[in-house]
């Protein structure tokens, strides 16, 4: 059964950093992986895939020089640290895989920026 478990949420203030993390199991971690994010009353966007074995990582231009995405496959791990926190970036965030063409998904960790 895949599980995807993110944690690391919370509240932090404009220009401040945070770091979510993703716990997967019931497969093989070495499949490329995702953090997606919704805000609210918006559509689910792709903020960073990184490759099987973390030698390819792409970041949406939004976040790009600001969020650092990294994987521990030995802990079926994968981070995401974000720095220069904007307003922006206040949303559910969600941990995906693609396995044998169906997504799955975890139940996502809610960012809050905010003075």
């Known amino acids: 059964q895949v599980q995807l478990v993110e944690s690391g949420g919370g509240l932090v203030q404009p220009g401040g950093s945070l770091s979510v993390s993703c716990v997967a199991s019931g497969f093989h971690f070495t499949l490329a992986m995702n953090w997606y994010r919704q805000a609210a009353g918006k559509e689910r966007e792709l903020v960073a895939a990184?490759?099987?074995?973390?030698?390819?990582?792409n970041y949406a231009d939004s976040v790009k020089g600001r969020f650092t995405l990294s994987r521990e496959n030995a802990k079926n791990t994968m981070h995401l640290q974000m720095n220069s926190l904007k307003p922006e970036d206040t949303a559910l965030y969600y941990c995906?895989?693609?396995?044998?063409?169906?997504?799955?998904w975890g139940k996502g960790t809610l960012v809050t920026v905010s003075s």
């Open positions: 990184i490759s099987s074995t973390g030698g390819k990582i």
């Open positions: 995906n895989v693609n396995l044998d063409g169906e997504d799955y």
